[in-house]
C-alpha cells in the first residue's frame, strides 16, 4: 500500500499525479526486493530554487541548489517506510536540456532515484552505489525512456 502525497508548490502541469504514482509503485515494489517494509508514505514536492537551496543548506549544511532531496525517516513500528522526497524543478528542467532528455524522462529519473534513496540505497558503498544505478537504469526503462546514464 502507499500513502503518496505531491506537492506542486511551482507549477507542473506536464507531471501528472498518475503517472508519478506508477513510478513510485514501481521503484517501491523493486526495492521491496531488498529491504523490508508493508507499506509507504512518501511526500513529494516540487520545489522552486530557493527552497531547495535552503533545504539543502538547513538539513544537508550544503548552500547550493539540488536536484533532489530525500529525506528518509527509516521504517517505522507499523512497518511503514516514510520519507519526503523533495525536487527542484529549475534544476530537473536545466538538467534534462542539458543532457538532451525530455522533462518526463529526466523527472521519471529523479523520482526513481528519490525512492530508492527512501528505501535504503546510497552512494556510500560503491556496490551498493552500482546497483542502485543498475535498478535505477531498469526501472526508468521499464516506462520507455532511454538508459539514464548515457
Known sequence: MLNLSVQYVVPFEELKRQTI??????ALKKAHEYFEFESAQINLR????LEA???N???RSKDYVPNILTFDYGVDALDVLRADIVICKEVLLREALEQGKTTTQHA???VIHGVLHACGFDHIDEQMAMQMETL????VMSFGFPHPYN
Open 53 to 55: 537551496q535552503e533545504l
Open 46 to 49: 516540487f520545489v522552486d530554487a
Open 57 to 59: 543548506k538547513t538539513y
Open 108 to 110: 521519471c529519473h529523479l
Open 136 to 139: 535505477e537504469s531498469e526501472l
Open 21 to 26: 504514482r506508477s513510478w513510485v509503485l514501481k
